[in-house]
Every structure is written in structure tokens, then in C-alpha cells.
Nanobody, 115 residues
Framework: QVQLVESGGGLVQAGGSLRLSCAAS???????INWYRQVPGEQRELVAA???????DYAGSVKGRFTISADSAENTVYLQMNSLRPEDTGTYYC??????????WGQGTQVTVSS
């Protein structure tokens, strides 16, 4: 059983920063860990990804502002979000993809950026 617990969301003014954390527990072999964002009425959007080998990828809208990183000793993945914009508002979900391609999701953490 894989469990993902996100934290770090909140309310911040435009231009501010937040750091999201995703703590993973259980038995797993990781293919990638990803952060998705969802706005009510819209599909979840991939924001950032980090692979088992440490490669990273970002949505165009967050490149240069967000940084995804991993602490393998703590089984935790972080998403550092700088220069936040109102359009970054949404529920952020951590997603772990195993080497068997199974997907696991956290419960989500709300990020609200005020203008």
C-alpha cells in the first residue's frame, strides 16, 4: 500500500512563494513522481515531474518559477513555487507512478494566490 501525503498549501499574495511537500510511504519502486494542478471544472494539469533518475520536466506556464526536487532519504518530493500568480491557484496533487505503471495519488493541497 502506497500512501502520499501533501502539505504546504495555503493563501499567498501574487509574487509570493510556497513550498509543497509530498511524503511517500509504503512499498514502491518509483518510475516518476509528479505534481498536478486542478481547477474546478477542468482536468488535472501536469505541472512538474521528476523521474527515478532525477530528470525533471515542467509545464510551460511554470518554467523558471517552479522547481521540483526529491529527498530520497526522506521519501519526500518538494515543489518550490516562486513568483506565484493568481492563475497558479488550484488544488495540487502528488502522483507517484510505479515501475509497473500503477498510479497513486495524494489527497491534494489547496493553493490560493490572491491578486
Amino acid at each position: 500500500q502506497v500512501q502520499l501525503v501533501e502539505s504546504g498549501g495555503g493563501l499567498v499574495q501574487a509574487g509570493g512563494s510556497l513550498r509543497l511537500s509530498c511524503a511517500a510511504s509504503g512499498s514502491f519502486s518509483v518510475r516518476s513522481i509528479n505534481w498536478y494542478r486542478q481547477v474546478p471544472g477542468e482536468q488535472r494539469e501536469l505541472v512538474a515531474a521528476i523521474t527515478r533518475g532525477g530528470g525533471t520536466d515542467y509545464a510551460g506556464s511554470v518554467k523558471g518559477r517552479f522547481t521540483i526536487s526529491a529527498d530520497s532519504a526522506e521519501n519526500t518530493v518538494y515543489l518550490q513555487m516562486n513568483s506565484l500568480r493568481p492563475e497558479d491557484t488550484g488544488t495540487y496533487y502528488c502522483n507517484l507512478v510505479g515501475i509497473d505503471l500503477r498510479h497513486y495519488w495524494g489527497q491534494g493541497t489547496q493553493v490560493t494566490v490572491s491578486s
